[in-house]
């Protein structure tokens, strides 16, 4: 089992740039495959950003693509978002989720993932 806290969420404008993590504590972190999803007032929640237990295999939303960068450090037990060249559409609760497994084939339902963090909030001004 792992527990999974998020942090570094805030207020930027439009254009500028914002780092999210999400530490995890529990055994067995590398074997975890990790994903950022998002949740706008009135929305469903989406993918954002997968990356699979070695690091080696990261997937991306279309609507993120180019300025999003999902990082992890198996060493330190985190998962990192870089958020750069933001948008006010990208404004939402950003919730991290873990789902098990040594595989590098990436998902993106959330019916995949087993562990959820509490979420942040990022709001992007225009």
């Known amino acids: 089992q792992v527990q999974l806290v998020e942090s570094g969420g805030g207020t930027v404008q439009a254009g500028g740039s914002l780092r999210v993590s999400c530490a995890a504590s529990g055994r067995s972190f590398s074997y975890y495959a990790m994903a950022w999803f998002r949740q706008a007032p009135g929305k469903v929640r989406e993918f954002v950003a997968a990356?699979?237990?070695?690091?080696?295999?990261?997937g991306y939303a279309d609507s993120v693509k180019g300025r999003f960068t999902i990082s992890r450090d198996n060493a330190k037990n985190t998962v990192d978002l870089q958020m750069n060249s933001l948008k006010p559409e990208d404004t939402a609760v950003y919730y991290c989720?873990?789902?098990?497994?040594?595989?590098?084939?990436?998902?993106?339902?959330?019916?995949?993932?087993?562990?959820w963090g509490q979420g942040t909030q990022v709001t992007v001004s225009s």
């Open positions: 990356i699979s237990w070695s690091g080696g295999t990261t």
């Open positions: 989720a873990a789902k098990y497994g040594a595989t590098n084939i990436l998902a993106t339902s959330r019916a995949s993932y087993n562990y």
